[in-house]
């Protein structure tokens, strides 16, 4: 009888400890708890003071975004343009190696020597001229 006695009071004593230890969590989760709503409502009180502000800043972000696609629709027209001109200088390359590879060597001279001669005779004019102005 007495081990059945001893026996409860071990157990008692067992379940005297896990009540205390369990009362102590349940303390430091209740603290825990009560910690976390102060901080929770500290963060509704900062979430109503930056929630307008975020909205402002979305919508201008809106209206930002707006303007840079119309600002790219317009340049669009340029890069048309731009397209356009590439094709133009294309054409004139190809027109132009179509009448190179026909010309030959002696008829592009041909072609060339009044330039050559233009050339030569506006170099004589300008020597002319600049001695004339030394003189006078």
Known sequence: MEVIY???LLCSIAFFIA???????????ADVTRS????LKDVEKQFNYITPALIQTIRETEKTVDEMGANLKATDSV???IHQVGE????VN???KQYSD?????SFRKQIKPFVEGIRWGEAVLQVYSKWKKVN
């Open 6 to 8: 001893f026996g409860i």
């Open 19 to 29: 009540v205390i230890y369990l009362s102590i969590v349940l303390r430091r989760v």
């Open 36 to 39: 976390l709503g102060y901080t």
């Open 79 to 81: 890069f048309d343009s």
């Open 88 to 91: 133009s200088i294309n054409n």
């Open 94 to 96: 190809q027109t132009f």
């Open 102 to 106: 026909n010309m030959t060597e002696e």
